[in-house]
């Protein structure tokens, strides 16, 4: 018999209804989560799809792959077209570069991330959750996306820029952050040739980019003119050095980073808060299971960082949130040599690129994918490698995992037992893939716990 390694691979199918000039971008600007998930059902392991005509984009939907891929070519690749378009916001930052670059940058953020700073924050979390639902009104309706943006900037802001970045700053940032993120997120499925179109969209995009930078290189003026050292993020990229050439980080190194974060820090955890919120107001018996769980072990007290694991209930209904809802449509990475994945060897200069929220949807590792069930991580991950990636895997995996998790709970914990929201009447929500996976809007009403039936039957 032949030795299996010898076995030609078959030849990587491509995606039908590519057109020349804009390869795919028709199906996916129409839909491009029902486009990338229809790849799962109609093709195999690997499928090329035609984002910028003329670039083989093969999209990686084996689990074994994504996962060679993330972190066996980890090193070796090169972060392909999305972080590319990202770059166009965030300049080189750690999300942006690879190789040894990139370790270069995340050995800067580090710190910030770990386990002592992480206990720090908690009880600033806390803090930031209850003035923020202080200010909800029983009854009115809320836009619930936005306060969540709004509740993880604060965090963040208090947290790991605990001393420099007022506010107001970040505040002004919001608006030019989500165009440039829509922006983004509508490029990549983009041939590049319509970036060069002198149409308002462009015009509004180059804007609020360019808006973007000036504040944050204002704000890092300032601390820089003062001199003041707060012991924070930006306080520390401040004194780091660049280690190739042994100066300080210039003001464009650190703007880029400080961007990097205020995006990757809110946007996810915002729309994953949003979804969570969503979800248990679709399933009460799911509420009222962690609503027990949450007066069992806290009762009457705030949640510290010791509860954090104290919380499995709560810990499940989050995991299935990164599930069923996934931020990530289209993650990418590009070879820089003639790469080896599984049987095929790819080109240099190909494109390769995964979709967690179809990968976290297959009914292959999922039953019944879309049924929100956050009992069936009872027994742990019982999935296969590389099939749940709610924070990617290997060199690039999120920085901020740890940190997100303790938001998310600190934020329940405290929320929930504040407050039923409920979805306000009339509404289909529906989730929208930009820059990442969100509700298109959700608007729910708020009513105070102590209105509700659990609580008078108590
Ligand atoms: C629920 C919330 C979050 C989710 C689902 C999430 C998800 C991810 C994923 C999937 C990646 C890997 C991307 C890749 O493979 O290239 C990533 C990277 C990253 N995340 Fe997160 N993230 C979250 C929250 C955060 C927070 C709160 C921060 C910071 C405050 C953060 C900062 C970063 C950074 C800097 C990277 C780049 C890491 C690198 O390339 O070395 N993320 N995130």
């Given at each position: 018999?032949?030795?299996?390694?010898?076995?030609?691979?078959?030849?990587?199918?491509?995606?039908?209804?590519?057109?020349?000039?804009?390869?795919?971008?028709?199906?996916?600007?129409?839909?491009?989560?029902?486009?990338?998930?229809?790849?799962?059902?109609?093709?195999?392991?690997?499928?090329?799809?035609?984002?910028?005509?003329?670039?083989?984009?093969?999209?990686?939907?084996?689990?074994?792959?994504?996962?060679?891929?993330?972190t066996?070519?980890?090193?070796?690749?090169?972060?392909?077209?999305?972080?590319e378009?990202?770059?166009?916001?965030?300049?080189?930052?750690?999300?942006?570069?690879?190789?040894?670059?990139?370790?270069?940058?995340?050995?800067?953020?580090?710190?910030?991330?770990?386990?002592?700073e992480?206990?720090?924050?908690?009880?600033?979390?806390?803090?930031?959750?209850?003035?923020?639902?202080?200010?909800?009104?029983?009854?009115?309706?809320?836009?619930?996306?936005?306060?969540?943006?709004?509740?993880?900037?604060?965090?963040?802001?208090?947290?790991?820029?605990?001393?420099?970045?007022?506010?107001?700053?970040?505040?002004?940032?919001?608006?030019?952050?989500?165009?440039?993120?829509?922006?983004?997120?509508?490029?990549?499925m983009?041939?590049?040739?319509?970036?060069?179109?002198?149409?308002?969209?462009?015009?509004?995009?180059?804007?609020?980019?360019?808006?973007?930078?000036?504040?944050?290189?204002?704000?890092?003026a300032?601390?820089q003119?003062?001199?003041?050292?707060?012991?924070?993020?930006?306080?520390?990229?401040?004194?780091?050095?660049?280690?190739?050439?042994?100066?300080?980080?210039?003001?464009?190194?650190?703007?880029?980073?400080?961007?990097?974060?205020?995006?990757?820090?809110t946007?996810?955890?915002?729309?994953?808060?949003?979804?969570?919120?969503?979800?248990?107001?679709?399933?009460?018996?799911?509420?009222?299971?962690?609503?027990?769980?949450?007066?069992?072990?806290?009762?009457?007290?705030?949640?510290?960082?010791?509860?954090?694991?104290?919380?499995?209930?709560?810990?499940?209904?989050?995991?299935?949130?990164?599930?069923?809802?996934?931020?990530?449509?289209?993650?990418?990475?590009?070879?820089?040599?003639?790469?080896?994945?599984?049987?095929?060897?790819?080109?240099?200069?190909?494109?390769?690129?995964?979709?967690?929220?179809?990968l976290?949807?297959?009914?292959?590792?999922?039953?019944?994918?879309?049924?929100?069930?956050?009992?069936?991580?009872?027994?742990?991950?019982?999935?296969?490698?590389?099939?749940?990636?709610?924070?990617?895997?290997?060199?690039?995996?999120?920085?901020?995992?740890?940190?997100?998790?303790?938001?998310?709970?600190?934020?329940?914990?405290?929320?929930?037992?504040?407050?039923?929201?409920?979805?306000?009447?009339?509404?289909?929500?529906?989730?929208?893939?930009?820059?990442?996976?969100?509700?298109?809007?959700?608007?729910?009403?708020?009513?105070?716990?102590?209105?509700?039936?659990?609580?008078k039957?108590?």
């Amino acid at each position: 018999m032949t030795p299996v390694t010898l076995v030609a691979p078959p030849p990587i199918p491509r995606a039908a209804g590519s057109l020349p000039l804009l390869g795919h971008a028709v199906q996916l600007f129409r839909d491009n989560l029902a486009f990338i998930a229809s790849l799962r059902e109609k093709y195999g392991p690997l499928v090329e799809i035609t984002l910028q005509p003329g670039t083989r984009t093969i999209v990686v939907q084996d689990p074994a792959l994504i996962r060679t891929m993330l972190t066996d070519l980890g090193p070796s690749l090169d972060k392909g077209r999305f972080f590319e378009k990202m770059g166009q916001l965030l300049g080189e930052s750690v999300v942006t570069v690879a190789g040894q670059e990139h370790v270069r940058k995340r050995r800067q953020l580090q710190p910030a991330f770990g386990r002592p700073e992480i206990a720090r924050y908690v009880d600033v979390m806390r803090g930031e959750v209850n003035a923020t639902i202080e200010a909800w009104t029983p009854g009115r309706a809320l836009d619930v996306r936005e306060s969540m943006i709004k509740l993880s900037l604060d965090m963040l802001v208090k947290t790991v820029f605990s001393g420099s970045l007022d506010a107001a700053t970040f505040r002004r940032l919001r608006e030019d952050l989500s165009v440039v993120l829509d922006g983004v997120g509508v490029r990549v499925m983009l041939p590049d040739w319509v970036e060069r179109l002198p149409i308002a969209f462009n015009r509004r995009f180059a804007r609020a980019r360019d808006g973007v930078r000036v504040t944050i290189g204002n704000a890092i003026a300032a601390l820089q003119t003062s001199g003041h050292d707060t012991g924070d993020m930006l306080s520390m990229l401040l004194r780091a050095e660049d280690e190739t050439t042994g100066r300080p980080l210039t003001e464009e190194q650190i703007c880029s980073e400080i961007l990097t974060l205020a995006l990757a820090g809110t946007e996810n955890t915002a729309t994953v808060l949003s979804w969570v919120l969503y979800e248990l107001d679709r399933h009460p018996a799911i509420e009222t299971r962690v609503l027990a769980e949450l007066d069992e072990v806290l009762g009457d007290r705030p949640v510290t960082l010791d509860d954090i694991t104290r919380l499995p209930c709560l810990g499940r209904v989050i995991t299935e949130a990164l599930r069923l809802h996934h931020t990530g449509w289209l993650v990418t990475r590009r070879t820089m040599h003639e790469t080896r994945l599984g049987p095929w060897t790819l080109p240099a200069g190909t494109e390769l690129a995964y979709c967690q929220h179809a990968l976290h949807r297959d009914p292959a590792f999922y039953p019944e994918p879309l049924t929100f069930d956050p009992d069936r991580w009872l027994d742990g991950n019982q999935t296969p490698p590389g099939a749940f990636v709610p924070f990617g895997a290997g060199k690039h995996k999120c920085i901020g995992d740890r940190f997100a998790m303790t938001e998310l709970i600190t934020a329940l914990a405290t929320l929930l037992r504040r407050w039923k929201l409920e979805l306000a009447p009339g509404q289909t929500v529906r989730p929208v893939a930009r820059a990442t996976v969100r509700p298109r809007t959700l608007v729910m009403i708020p009513r105070p716990r102590s209105d509700t039936a659990r609580d008078k039957a108590a």
